[in-house]
């Protein structure tokens, strides 16, 4: 399967632990993405990479948040002290190109904070 | 900032009925447009896009989108609806040269055979 592969599919964990997702994207796209999707809710931007340069967050994430891609290849988001409102599914995308780009979506990782 | 809207949250049809799902957007730029699908279990998938040109996008599974500018409407059609097409459907956008999409909020479409 060569597309966005995401893991853990899911994860279960008690409030106040970190967590760590890994993504995966397309061999040799240059744009990662990662959005969060609750229940009933469309998927909300989290943030965005370009290669390995981190170029956009959004408020949504908090200081507790923190998401790297070293090297421009995988990419890892962190939550540290996790909450219930943490609870969610976290979905990773990447794109090619300059400008006018479609994204792929991968399965995403199933958080839930109890 | 961009926002999506989409209405229809639950939509109910038997197998052969046409279908419309309504998307309204709000941006005060040029837009891009999309349509992904998420069947049961599976990842977000793209149904079809408009970027420019020709305001009826066609894409997968006989799917198609109209353009509307005047009224920031990009709303999903298929003549006839299969069993197989239950899922969630999300419109999403992104303005020109802006790397985030905003998605609605998923209407849910449930075929009866």
């Known amino acids: 399967d060569t597309g966005v592969s995401q893991n853990p599919r899911h994860k279960i964990t008690k409030r106040g632990q970190n967590v760590t997702f890994r993504c995966d994207p397309i061999s040799e796209h240059n744009r990662l993405y990662w959005y969060r999707q609750t229940l009933g809710q469309g998927p909300e931007f989290l943030t965005y990479f370009q290669n390995e340069a981190q170029l956009e967050k959004s408020r949504l994430l908090s200081d507790r948040f923190s998401a790297e891609r070293p090297k421009g290849s995988f990419s890892t988001l962190e939550i540290q002290r996790t909450e219930q409102g943490d609870s969610a599914m976290y979905l990773c995308a990447s794109s090619q190109g300059q400008g006018v780009t479609e994204a792929f979506f991968g399965q995403g990782t199933r958080l839930t904070v109890v | 900032a961009q926002s999506v809207s989409q209405h229809n949250h639950h939509v109910i049809l038997s197998e052969a009925a046409s279908l419309e799902l309504g998307c309204n957007y709000s941006?005060?730029?040029?837009?891009?447009l999309f349509w992904y699908v998420q069947y049961p279990g599976q990842h977000l998938q793209l149904l079809l896009k408009y970027f420019s040109g020709d305001p009826l996008v066609k894409g997968i599974k006989g799917f198609e989108a109209e353009f509307i500018k005047s009224k920031f409407s990009f709303n999903l059609r298929k003549p006839s609806v299969q069993w197989s097409d239950t899922a969630e459907y999300f419109c999403a956008v992104n303005g020109l040269g802006n790397e985030k999409l905003t998605f609605g909020t998923g209407t849910r479409l449930t075929i009866i055979p």
């Open positions: 941006y005060g730029g040029t837009v891009n």
